[in-house]
Nanobody
Framework: QVQLVESGGGLVQAGDSLRLSCAAS????????MGWFRQSLGKEREFVAS????????SYADSVKGRFTISRDGAKNTVYLQMTELKPEDTAIYYC???????????????????WGQGTQVTVSS
C-alpha cells in the first residue's frame, strides 16, 4: 500500500518561499505520476501541479505557474513543491497524491489520483 507523508508547511509572509516535501513509503512511487493539490477553507480541493512518473513532464495551475516548481527524487521516493512569491490566496492545506495508473503522464484531475497524504497547512499572511 502506498503511503504518502507531507511536510514543510508553515506560516510565512507574502513574498516568502516555502518547500513542501512528500515522502512515499513504497517503491511503487517510482512508477507513478505525482501531484500536489490544495484546499482552502470553504472551497473544493483544486489542482496545483503534477509531474510524470519519470519527471520528464510537469504541469501547473495557471494561478501558480511561474511561482511554483514540482520535482521528484526517485532515490528518495520524494516529490517536492517549491513555492516562491507566496500570496495570501495560496493559503490552504496542501495534499500530495499518487496517480492510480503506472507510468502515467501529468494530470490535473483529482479522479486520477488514488493515493493521498494527510495534508500540510500553508498559511501566508499579508
Amino acid at each position: 500500500q502506498v503511503q504518502l507523508v507531507e511536510s514543510g508547511g508553515g506560516l510565512v509572509q507574502a513574498g516568502d518561499s516555502l518547500r513542501l516535501s512528500c515522502a512515499a513509503s513504497d517503491a511503487v512511487f517510482r512508477v507513478r505520476a505525482m501531484g500536489w493539490f490544495r484546499q482552502s477553507l470553504g472551497k473544493e480541493r483544486e489542482f496545483v501541479a503534477s509531474i510524470s512518473w519519470n519527471g520528464a513532464m510537469q504541469s501547473y495551475a495557471d494561478s501558480v505557474k511561474g511561482r511554483f516548481t514540482i520535482s521528484r527524487d526517485g532515490a528518495k521516493n520524494t516529490v517536492y513543491l517549491q513555492m516562491t512569491e507566496l500570496k495570501p490566496e495560496d493559503t490552504a492545506i496542501y495534499y500530495c497524491a499518487a496517480q492510480r495508473r503506472t507510468f502515467g503522464g501529468t494530470s490535473n484531475s483529482l479522479n486520477e489520483f488514488d493515493y493521498w497524504g494527510q495534508g500540510t497547512q500553508v498559511t501566508v499572511s499579508s
